[in-house]
Structure formats: C-alpha cells, structure tokens
C-alpha cells in the first residue's frame, strides 16, 4: 500500500533560530521534556496553553497564558498575530486537529508555511467531517463513527482535509443498509 499523502508529516518540536520571537501554543498538559530543556532558556520564547498552566511550562522566561478552551486561545491568536510584527515563529503542539486550527488561523494571518511548526502529540483521536451533513465530530477513536449532527454511521478514511483541520468521514454503509463492518478502536 503506498503513502497516503494527504496524511501531514509531523517534526519533534525545536526552535527555529532564525525567528526573532517564539510563541509556543499547545493543547498538551506538559511539553516533551527535552523541548523544555533545550529551548525555554531562550528569553524571547511565550507559551501559551489550554485550561491551565500545564507542568514544566511555567518555567518559561517570557512568561506563560493559560485560556480557558481552544477557542478562547484561537480568539486571542488571531489578534495577536494581526499586530505582530515580522519574524515571529510560531509553534502548535499537540492534537491533531488543534494543530491544524492553529496552523489555519495562523494563515488567516498572513504567516506563510516556514513560520508555522506542528508537532503533534498526545491522543491520537480524530475529528471527523461528517461529508453527509457537513458537521464535525470530535473525538472518533475508532474506523467507524457515529455523527452526532445527522446519525450517519461514517466510516473514517485516512483522508486529512488541512482545510477542516479533519478526517473525511462517508456513510459506511451507503451501498448496502445495515452491512457494517466490525469496528476497530484504532486512535487511541
């Protein structure tokens, strides 16, 4: 079976030394350690996380922001990419899919793809598009998934649309009623 390459290919979270600011968001309770280690010795480097400040993250010289969800995150990174001046580098580690809401607004923003690093990490469960109804569902750890806007039992494609920062999900059973193949709980 060949490569699938619509699948991103993630690096180990390092620090880009051409950047004149570093803003590190995740959605992780604590960086690898040797990201800590090696970098947050550097004093022009903001972390920001989701719900809290996770552990070893508040060590940071520059200071840490915790928000409240990944939307208030998202929220306040669109601003503050807006008046950010050249030369910030700007890292996403984390899930998949808040990769990739990052790496969207960041876009948005005007960042182009050598100021942008994901590193993904943590649970491996994907957020499915719904190709039916046009919906999201968080969280699918298994090939097959029920949408939760419609009801379509979805069989989940190794698609990743980077776009809706997703899997493509289409009706598993579409050809013949009821036919379902056994389920698999493969993102853990």
Not at 9 to 31: C, F
Request: aromatic share 6%; with cysteine.
């Amino acid at each position: 079976m060949g490569l699938n390459k619509s699948r991103p290919i993630y690096e180990k979270l390092r620090i880009d030394p051409q950047g004149r600011a570093h803003l590190i968001v995740t959605d992780l309770e604590a960086l690898p350690q040797d990201t800590i280690e090696a970098n947050l010795a550097l004093s022009n480097i903001e972390i920001w996380v989701v719900a809290r400040i996770a552990r070893g993250i508040a060590a940071s010289p520059s200071g840490s922001r915790a928000f409240r969800s990944v939307a208030d995150l998202l929220s306040h990174l669109s601003f503050h990419l807006a008046r950010e001046p050249v030369g910030l580098r700007l890292y996403a580690a984390g899930t998949e899919a808040f990769l990739w809401d990052v790496a969207n607004t960041a876009r948005a923003a005007g960042l182009g793809k050598d100021e942008i690093f994901l590193t993904q990490a943590g649970s491996l469960r994907r957020r499915v598009y719904c190709t039916h109804c046009k919906s999201m569902n968080e969280d699918a750890v298994a090939n097959i998934a029920t949408c939760r806007a419609c009801g379509a039992r979805l069989f989940v494609r190794d698609h990743f649309s980077r776009r809706l920062a997703a899997f493509m999900g289409v009706m598993v059973d579409a050809e013949v009623p009821n036919e379902i193949p056994e389920i698999e709980v493969i993102y853990p």
